[in-house]
DNA sequence: CGATGCATTGATATCGGTCAAAGATGGTGG
DNA sequence: CCACCATCTTTGACCGATATCAATGCATCG
């Protein structure tokens, strides 16, 4: 989607959040031509250590709010943090998960979009905006990973919504648990964790806590995916991917 | 949503590209100091202008499918163009919709994403890739004016998210309405073109056409939205807003 | 070992999907 | 200018799936 010339909607935007604006310039077709893989140097890393904090944070521990000045980004090291808006209904919408390496904590107008909140115990570096800036602006090898990230979001958002449309809760399901193993692991394992609750996943699948539970038990009872209790694995493989296919 | 570090995610891009835009976007003045309103100079206009073919399309003809080779950008003059995917089951997830001025046919991997359709006769510029990565790297204003519709992508997916996490028929349209109000015309008006087809708002709020229809007679006959044959009236504005609201 | 949050299961109601058919609209060509 | 045809819209009947309300079971952590 796209909206028309309106320059002003940007409001005021402190420079750390100009981050923002990137994933998509390179969605565009100015960048479509080639880029190879390439990972942190650890010269690179150093860099963003030296201007980083470490926060070891318990579960269920809120990192900061919807609404809430943004002053830092924050990558994910251990665990798993969730990403959602509080509707005024008190519902939850669950924009996604971040896991390691993700970066999170872009604002808008200068405020946190979304409250994001710790689904496991985490370990979380966070930057401050200026200083992220900085070294982007200096750094192209590290501004690219960035804009890999950023880019990754899109992305994620399209997939999110193809998952959303679906009608069934099982095939949401599915489609959701092929999604957090592409996310976190080796895309062809069997065994995926799951360390959110079903409310976390209800929230993210627009369905209730009870149609997720009742859609995992399926899944189960077909013998298409066996349930731990922090954890999924998948059984049947065939009837999984027909699922997961099943647009 | 955010991904891991994935930098091959991307795609083969051009490095040049990358390491050029990004220090020009985060150095320009745009993220310091916030920005004022802003709109194409005569000589901006001329700029693209000079870049462009100039398209005129009757309406269904369909602009380029999704898979194709992407090489260049459109932008929208007059008319409305919808943009959607096809999905392998024949249905149609609708991304969005394109109205004056809006940007579309961004690329991933160097291939239409989505398949665009003229929903009404459409007036469309069509600017070579290349030549407009050219443009706006020696551009900054332009560049800005860019980055602005790039941003309000985010922002109207993340509104399109919220409106189809809602369960009831009429409160989507209610929504969808009042998002078509904002991007088309003037915010407080009363009164909303709608050129589409209830197909294509189905397809864009994950509802059947019947769906679709039976939700707008229930506004009329609620009071509360009438319909006339390609738009629709706000008659009691109080419960309008009520509904929109009732997220 | 008790308490608290989370998961499961059941009964019922509601809402949108599906199938079907008729009605309105707009565009084209005679 | 009018008639016809294609497309879109409306309306109805029925069904199925999920939301909702309610209660029980289970694990995890002090």
Redesign the interface.
Known sequence: ???????????????A??T?????????????????????TPRERQKLANAATRLQLPRGHIIYRGGEPADSIFIVGRGVVI?Y?E???G?R?V??????????GLA?DGRY?NTTRAVTAVTVFRIPADAF?AI??YD?GL???F????????????R???I??RRDAVGRIAMFLDLLRQ?TGDPRASRIDLPMTRTDIGGFL?LTLESVSRACRRLAADGIVEFEPRAARISNRRRFDALV???
């Open positions: 989607m796209s909206g028309r010339f309106r320059p002003h909607a940007l409001g005021r935007v402190p420079s959040h100009a923002q604006l990137l994933p998509m310039v390179l969605a565009s077709p100015l960048f479509e031509a080639g880029l190879e893989r390439r990972r942190l990403s808006a509707l005024a209904s519902q919408r924009a996604g998960f971040r896991f390691h390496a993700d970066i999170f808008e979009v800036t982007l602006q192209a501004a690219f990973q804009l890999c990230k950023v880019v990754d979001v899109t992305r994620q958002a399209q999110k919504s193809i959303v449309a996310m627009n296919a099943n647009v």
